[in-house]
């Protein structure tokens, strides 16, 4: 990315994409609208101007920088970000979570879905299929990285810490994990489910090069990206610890684990919808 | 047809390891990952040979078969080794959704399955996995009986594209098939023709249906042997034209009787050719530790029950 970023595009593509996630998640009255609307600047950033990424979708991915989502279920901003970069027809998004859609609850390679490239939503496992794929990066000399995004909740999973320890072990400094650190789960907050006690001393202890980023301010979090793409390549796996709000752009739903995976009424939707501009066009 | 007769026993695990070993030199896309078990799975030729192809995991399945899900993105073949208990029941959902759900290229090689691990003892002695295996969409189930017919396997799998589940063990058995043999992938193996009963045999209880076969021979029963290396896709036509010729059917596993291969057969049967079929396997119990060969007899898998079911099935004709 040679360019600059113009934050004030990417705040409206963000809208945009808000606004794609809460009609998607009414459309069918199901799905997990508040982990969506809170990683929603991350992934524009990623998308929009970070990932050196081909829109055509060759699922092998050479010589282009990777994107897993392990958190699965916030599958609305990732569609939404995928449709709105050029994978498919963002038409399609009308067709999320309901009989015979290529857009599953969780994202799927069954139906061929450009963008992605392995299920998740059973949590814990993407940080393990963005190492195997880091690996094989660095088989083929290929120079481009592979991030995965993970929730905090979901780092409650030991599958997580296996992979975490093989990470750093083995010098897999081409991975930037990032961590949705809203603080919430199904049943409440985490530090009361289960609490991840001081996170960034842990990920150091097990011996990755940790940052930490406020991810729902755009011009900091695409700062933040580049610096955690200029720390790769130095012996360390690189991992972003990102706060996020859950639910941030619509203020009834900000900050609850209420909304992780409820859908808004027509009346909530008609609320929420007030509170963002339409500025890309809505599907 | 041939008599079957052996020279040298040696273990199905080494097999396995001589297959790796060769698309290592033959397929530069192969790769091999082991969650410290190198030494038992019989890997450490192929980790001396291509170090740079082998992935060390330590004790962590979990992230193993995951890591091996993500490396199929860029194009290898990663074969991952651990004990046929880690290989499956401890990684059900990884297995489920980053390899199966995701049709990924992934060939899981598990050894030491089932009682014939032995001293162990029932923590390690899975006999469930086919079962949770073959449930699976996308799934290829392999099971072989020697050691020449598990490096055949081995190297036919790396020429499948999808997921593969390839079973073998840890006990020497009689090597009887030959060296050179084409291992095809669904094909089920006649090794001995007969009209009073068909045995359908798989692993290990492939050698005791053979040595079944030559005793119910001295009681003038002749029983036909087919050798089921591929529990799915099943062989559908070769087992149920063996069932129509002779009329009754048993299997032969070392494998719970709920989920194995007799289950496949008995659904083929009561779909198109409803006929007597007695089942050769583990019923409804954990192992324990013991000799190999006595917890086959223990537990009912020995040929002396293969005669007593093809027996037994022959006497429910009408």
């Excluded at chain 2, 399955?113 to 949770?132: F, K, S």
Aim: some cysteine; hydrophobic content about 40%.
């Amino acid at each position: 990315m040679t360019e600059l970023p113009n934050i004030q595009e990417l705040q409206k593509t963000a809208t945009q994409v808000r606004r794609d996630i809460l009609r998607m998640v009414h459309g069918c009255q199901s799905g997990h609208p508040g982990g969506s609307l809170g990683c929603t600047d991350f992934l524009v950033a990623l998308y929009f101007y970070h990932l050196n990424h081909d829109r055509s979708f060759n699922i092998n991915g050479v010589g282009e920088d990777l994107f897993f989502l392990s958190n699965g279920h916030i599958s609305p901003v990732w569609y939404s970000v995928l449709a709105r970069s050029g994978y498919f027809d963002v038409k399609e998004l009308a067709t999320f979570r309901k009989i015979n859609s290529r857009l599953q609850g969780h994202p799927a390679t069954e139906e061929n879905l450009p963008g992605i490239r392995i299920a998740s939503g059973s949590l814990g496992q993407g940080l393990s299929v963005a190492l195997g794929a880091a690996q094989v990066k660095k088989m083929n000399d290929d120079k481009s990285l592979v991030f995965v995004l993970m929730g905090d909740g979901e780092l409650q999973e030991g599958q997580v810490w296996e992979a975490a320890m093989y990470a750093a072990h083995n010098k897999v400094d081409n991975v930037i994990a990032t961590i949705d650190y809203n603080g919430q789960q199904i049943d409440g907050q985490v530090n009361e489910i289960l609490s991840l006690k001081d996170l960034g001393a842990k990920w150091s202890a097990f011996g990755w090069h940790v940052i930490e980023s406020h991810g729902n301010d755009m011009d900091e979090i695409v700062k933040k990206i580049a610096h955690a793409k200029s720390l790769t390549g130095k012996g360390k796996p690189v991992l972003n610890i990102m706060t996020t709000d859950m639910g941030y752009g619509v203020d009834f739903m900000t900050g609850s684990h209420k909304w992780h995976g409820v859908a808004p009424d027509d009346k909530q939707l008609e609320n929420a919808l007030s509170q963002l501009d339409e500025t890309l066009g809505d599907y | 047809m041939t008599k079957y007769t052996y020279t040298e026993k040696k273990d199905t695990r080494s097999g396995f390891g001589a297959g790796l070993l060769e698309l290592g030199r033959t397929n530069e896309n192969v790769v091999a990952l082991c969650a410290d078990l190198t030494g038992s799975l019989k890997m450490t030729d192929f980790q001396k040979a291509y170090p740079e192809r082998f992935f060390q995991v330590g004790i962590a399945e979990a992230n193993m078969m995951g890591m091996a899900a993500g490396m199929t993105i860029g194009g290898k073949i990663p074969f991952t080794g651990t004990f046929a208990n880690f290989s499956t029941g401890r990684v059900y959902d990884q297995i489920r959704q980053s390899i199966a759900y995701s049709g990924k290229n992934v060939k899981i090689c598990a050894s030491h399955a089932g009682l014939t691990l032995g001293e162990d003892g029932a923590t390690h002695q899975i006999l469930e996995d086919l079962g949770m295996m073959k449930m699976l969409p996308h799934m290829t189930v392999i099971n072989p009986c020697d050691y020449n017919q598990t490096k055949a396997a081995t190297i036919a799998i790396a020429a499948h594209i999808g997921p593969v589940y390839l079973r073998f063990g840890r006990p020497s058995m009689p090597i009887f098939t030959p060296a050179d043999q084409k291992f095809e992938i669904g094909k089920a193996l006649k090794l001995i023709d007969g009209h009073d009963v068909s045995i359908f045999a798989t692993g290990h209880l492939v050698w005791e249906a053979i040595l079944a076969e030559a005793m119910l021979a001295d009681k003038g029963i002749k029983a036909e042997v087919i050798n089921i290396h591929t529990i799915k896709p099943l062989d559908a036509k070769a087992i149920l034209d063996s069932a129509q010729k002779t009329g009754c059917v048993v299997s032969a596993e070392e494998h719970q009787m709920n989920g194995g291969l007799g289950d496949n057969i008995a659904q083929l049967l009561a779909r198109f050719n409803p006929m007597p079929m007695e089942m050769v396997a583990v019923n409804d119990s954990f192992g324990e530790s013991g000799i190999p060969h006595e917890l086959m007899e223990k537990y009912g898998l020995s040929a002396k029950n293969i005669v007593e079911a093809a027996e037994k099935a022959i006497g429910r004709k009408k």
